[in-house]
């Protein structure tokens, strides 16, 4: 979504805008202006996994590259699974969770946290995928830009005055997408979108199916 003709603020102001108008239409009896979760910060550049190589690569670290798993992490200790980027990244270096030496693939959370937390999408910055996630409680992470490289965010819910609000992993805190990142319908490049799956419909012949996740996981992987 691209307004070329519009100001930054103005462009920001109708993103909001549309994310509750799509939260209204959505629920139009119950609701709210504003949706939030409190998702302690974790920063990738702590000491205690700063220094870890980021999956085989011989050059990136967590503390230089390791926004995605800093951010998944996030997101699974908020599920109640236990977890640092420091265990994350053993794992997913061990279980082929990486491509291309440190680029995740994202369907090796449902894998690691065994269907508990699974990837469901790979999407485009649209207010009308990312209001309903946020709205139904489930964390969003989303592509970004910063000092021109990619980066990865947790978005953790949006208000009236400020918009949309992050967990950065880069600078372990929470603030404004805006304030950081400016109008998120440019700052966002895309998004990952992740559920707790239903159990029954996870099954095939009485076992998991993680066919059609890993498909899309090998298309998709960063």
Known sequence: MKFPRLTVGLRAAIFVAAIAL??????????????????????????????????????ETIGSAGCAITAVTMMLRHSGINTDPGTFNAWLTANGGYA??????????????????????????DPNVISPELDAGRLVIAEVQLGGNQHFVLLTGYTLSSGLVIDDPWFGDVVSFNARYGDPATGILSIRTFMVPDPVAMRVDGRVNWLANAISAVQLAR
Not at 23 to 52: C, D, H, K, V, Y
Not at 101 to 122: H, K, M, N, P, Q
């Open 22 to 59: 799509t939260m209204a239409l959505a629920n139009p009896l119950g609701a709210s202006a504003e949706t939030t979760m409190e998702i302690a910060p974790m920063s990738q550049q702590n000491g205690a996994w700063a220094g870890a190589r980021l999956g085989t690569s011989p050059t």
């Open 100 to 125: 291309f030496d440190d680029e995740l693939i994202w369907d090796a959370v449902t894998r690691y946290s065994g269907g508990r937390v699974a990837f469901s999408g790979w999407f485009g910055p």
